[in-house]
Nanobody, 123 residues
Framework: QVQLVESGGGLVQAGGSLRLSCAAS????????MSWFRKGPGKEREFVAV????????SYSASVKGRFTISIDNAENTVYLQMNSLKPEDTAVYYC????????????????WGQGTQVTVSS
Protein backbone atom coordinates (compact mmCIF):
# COMPACT_ATOMS: atom_id res chain seq x y z
CA GLN A 1 0.00 0.00 0.00
CA VAL A 2 1.36 3.40 -0.97
CA GLN A 3 2.51 5.74 1.79
CA LEU A 4 2.57 9.52 1.33
CA VAL A 5 4.75 11.88 3.38
CA GLU A 6 4.27 15.65 3.08
CA SER A 7 6.61 18.50 3.92
CA GLY A 8 7.16 22.19 3.20
CA GLY A 9 4.38 23.89 5.11
CA GLY A 10 4.99 26.95 7.24
CA LEU A 11 4.16 30.57 7.92
CA VAL A 12 4.37 33.17 5.17
CA GLN A 13 3.15 36.72 4.61
CA ALA A 14 0.49 37.51 2.04
CA GLY A 15 2.03 37.68 -1.41
CA GLY A 16 4.75 35.21 -0.52
CA SER A 17 5.44 31.70 -1.77
CA LEU A 18 5.80 28.17 -0.45
CA ARG A 19 6.57 24.85 -2.08
CA LEU A 20 4.99 21.70 -0.70
CA SER A 21 6.39 18.23 -1.33
CA CYS A 22 4.78 14.80 -1.10
CA ALA A 23 6.95 11.71 -1.43
CA ALA A 24 5.28 8.41 -2.32
CA SER A 25 6.74 5.10 -1.20
CA UNK A 26 7.77 2.53 -2.16
CA UNK A 27 9.52 4.22 -5.06
CA UNK A 28 8.26 1.52 -7.39
CA UNK A 29 4.72 2.70 -6.68
CA UNK A 30 3.34 4.98 -9.35
CA UNK A 31 -0.17 6.25 -8.61
CA UNK A 32 -2.25 7.02 -11.68
CA UNK A 33 -3.17 10.43 -10.27
CA MET A 34 -1.73 12.63 -7.54
CA SER A 35 -3.70 15.49 -6.04
CA TRP A 36 -3.62 18.20 -3.41
CA PHE A 37 -6.58 18.99 -1.18
CA ARG A 38 -6.86 21.46 1.67
CA LYS A 39 -9.01 22.00 4.74
CA GLY A 40 -9.26 25.52 6.12
CA PRO A 41 -10.53 26.42 9.60
CA GLY A 42 -14.21 25.56 9.85
CA LYS A 43 -14.32 24.44 6.22
CA GLU A 44 -14.74 21.14 4.42
CA ARG A 45 -11.85 19.49 2.65
CA GLU A 46 -11.66 20.94 -0.85
CA PHE A 47 -9.89 20.05 -4.06
CA VAL A 48 -6.87 22.15 -5.05
CA ALA A 49 -5.00 20.50 -7.93
CA VAL A 50 -4.47 17.16 -9.68
CA UNK A 51 -1.83 15.69 -11.98
CA UNK A 52 -1.72 12.47 -13.94
CA UNK A 53 1.16 10.20 -13.03
CA UNK A 54 3.02 11.27 -16.16
CA UNK A 55 2.56 14.94 -15.35
CA UNK A 56 0.95 15.48 -18.73
CA UNK A 57 -2.55 16.32 -17.53
CA UNK A 58 -3.07 19.03 -14.92
CA SER A 59 -6.15 20.64 -13.43
CA TYR A 60 -6.74 23.28 -10.76
CA SER A 61 -9.57 24.69 -8.73
CA ALA A 62 -10.70 28.15 -9.79
CA SER A 63 -9.52 29.68 -6.52
CA VAL A 64 -5.85 28.77 -7.11
CA LYS A 65 -5.55 28.68 -10.89
CA GLY A 66 -2.79 31.00 -12.06
CA ARG A 67 -1.16 31.08 -8.62
CA PHE A 68 -0.42 27.41 -7.82
CA THR A 69 1.42 24.84 -9.92
CA ILE A 70 1.38 21.07 -9.44
CA SER A 71 4.26 19.00 -10.79
CA ILE A 72 5.69 15.49 -10.52
CA ASP A 73 9.26 14.23 -10.39
CA ASN A 74 8.91 10.66 -11.63
CA ALA A 75 12.48 9.72 -10.71
CA GLU A 76 11.85 10.60 -7.07
CA ASN A 77 8.17 9.61 -7.08
CA THR A 78 7.35 12.98 -5.57
CA VAL A 79 4.58 15.47 -6.27
CA TYR A 80 5.00 19.19 -5.58
CA LEU A 81 2.70 22.15 -5.13
CA GLN A 82 4.32 25.50 -5.84
CA MET A 83 2.19 28.20 -4.23
CA ASN A 84 2.74 31.81 -5.29
CA SER A 85 0.89 35.04 -4.48
CA LEU A 86 -0.46 33.48 -1.31
CA LYS A 87 -3.54 34.97 0.30
CA PRO A 88 -4.84 34.70 3.87
CA GLU A 89 -7.72 32.58 2.58
CA ASP A 90 -5.15 29.98 1.47
CA THR A 91 -4.51 29.21 5.15
CA ALA A 92 -5.30 25.52 5.62
CA VAL A 93 -3.93 22.07 6.24
CA TYR A 94 -2.80 20.77 2.87
CA TYR A 95 -3.04 17.06 2.05
CA CYS A 96 -1.68 15.07 -0.87
CA UNK A 97 -3.62 12.08 -2.15
CA UNK A 98 -3.17 9.18 -4.55
CA UNK A 99 -5.98 7.99 -6.79
CA UNK A 100 -6.70 5.57 -9.61
CA UNK A 101 -9.54 7.36 -11.36
CA UNK A 102 -13.11 8.51 -11.02
CA UNK A 103 -14.20 12.04 -10.23
CA UNK A 104 -10.78 13.31 -9.25
CA UNK A 105 -12.01 16.46 -7.51
CA UNK A 106 -13.83 14.26 -4.98
CA UNK A 107 -11.96 13.13 -1.89
CA UNK A 108 -13.84 9.82 -1.81
CA UNK A 109 -12.10 8.74 -5.03
CA UNK A 110 -8.63 8.64 -3.46
CA UNK A 111 -7.17 5.59 -1.75
CA UNK A 112 -4.18 7.04 0.09
CA TRP A 113 -3.57 10.30 1.95
CA GLY A 114 -0.68 12.11 3.53
CA GLN A 115 -0.78 13.33 7.11
CA GLY A 116 -1.22 16.96 6.11
CA THR A 117 1.02 20.00 6.41
CA GLN A 118 -0.04 23.36 7.83
CA VAL A 119 0.14 26.47 5.66
CA THR A 120 -0.54 29.78 7.39
CA VAL A 121 -0.67 33.05 5.46
CA SER A 122 -0.64 36.27 7.48
CA SER A 123 -2.24 39.48 6.26
Amino acid sequence: QVQLVESGGGLVQAGGSLRLSCAASPRTSRPDFMSWFRKGPGKEREFVAVSSGSGGNLSYSASVKGRFTISIDNAENTVYLQMNSLKPEDTAVYYCAAGAGGLLTRAEDYYAWGQGTQVTVSS
